[in-house]
T-cell receptor, first 116, second 110 residues
Framework: NAGVTQTPKFRVLKTGQSMTLLCAQDMNHEYMYWYRQDPGMGLRLIHYSVGEGTTAKGEVPDGYNVSRLKKQNFLLGLESAAPSQTSVYFC???????????????FGPGTRLTVL | RKEVEQDPGPFNVPEGATVAFNCTYSNSASQSFFWYRQDCRKEPKLLMSVYSSGNEDGRFTAQLNRASQYISLLIRDSKLSDSATYLCVVNIRYGQNFVFGPGTRLSVLP
């Protein structure tokens, strides 16, 4: 039982390049999330998904796209990377989205992205 | 005002000390509350959920005051391994509305 995994762990991009971050979970969770974490800012929600085939915008969605073609996978894409997207990206999943009902989030180990 | 605010820290305490973390939230519609811990360069991990009646897990005690929109975490007999950043997390209504506080860093010193 691997929990939540993320690939890659590290990546360096040049401005304007594109890339996709992959998140996978083996807990059969319905809900999945992408966050970014910057110093002093806490985690901020980029996009989330409440089930296979559905996605929605979070607090800071600009410059990112996502897809959830399979229940266990949630992909985050950067179409044209910018230095402002240098950050640590965390994926998370939860069984439920209903407050108070098994909605604790489980996080992957993170992807450290640097955009030059 | 930020949605979730925490003590700015860092807290530097000796082993065996008792340390308290405070967190306030601005949205009265908040439904679920959590404390996560995050070790340096690692992912956040759930420490404990916070229930209305307060709850305890070993050396850790969490309290919720809905009227004051305030959450606390008390660590008793602190260990070196408790050194981490503690994140207060508030869930507004549904799973997508998790709001994380900026965290308070704790260093337990020998």
């Amino acid at each position: 039982n691997a929990g939540v995994t993320q690939t890659p762990k590290f990546r360096v991009l040049k401005t304007g390049q594109s890339m996709t971050l992959l998140c996978a979970q083996d807990m059969n969770h319905e809900y999945m999330y992408w966050y970014r974490q910057d110093p002093g800012m806490g985690l901020r929600l980029i996009h989330y998904s409440v089930g296979e085939g559905t996605t929605a915008k979070g607090e800071v969605p600009d410059g990112y796209n996502v897809s959830r073609l399979k229940k266990q996978n949630f992909l985050l894409g950067l179409e044209s990377a910018a230095p402002s997207q240098t950050s640590v990206y965390f994926c998370a999943s939860s069984y439920s989205g209903v407050a108070g009902v098994y909605n604790e989030q489980f996080f992957g180990p993170g992807t450290r992205l640097t955009v030059l | 005002r930020k949605e979730v605010e925490q003590d700015p820290g860092p807290f530097n305490v000796p082993e065996g000390a008792t340390v308290a973390f405070n967190c306030t939230y601005s949205n009265s519609a908040s439904q679920s509350f959590f404390w996560y811990r995050q070790d340096c360069r690692k992912e956040p991990k759930l420490l404990m959920s916070v229930y209305s009646s307060g709850n305890e897990d070993g050396r850790f005690t969490a309290q919720l005051n809905r009227a004051s929109q305030y959450i606390s975490l008390l660590i008793r007999d602190s260990k070196l391994s408790d050194s981490a950043t503690y994140l207060c997390v508030v869930n507004i209504r549904y799973g997508q509305n998790f709001v994380f506080g900026p965290g308070t860093r704790l260093s337990v010193l020998p």
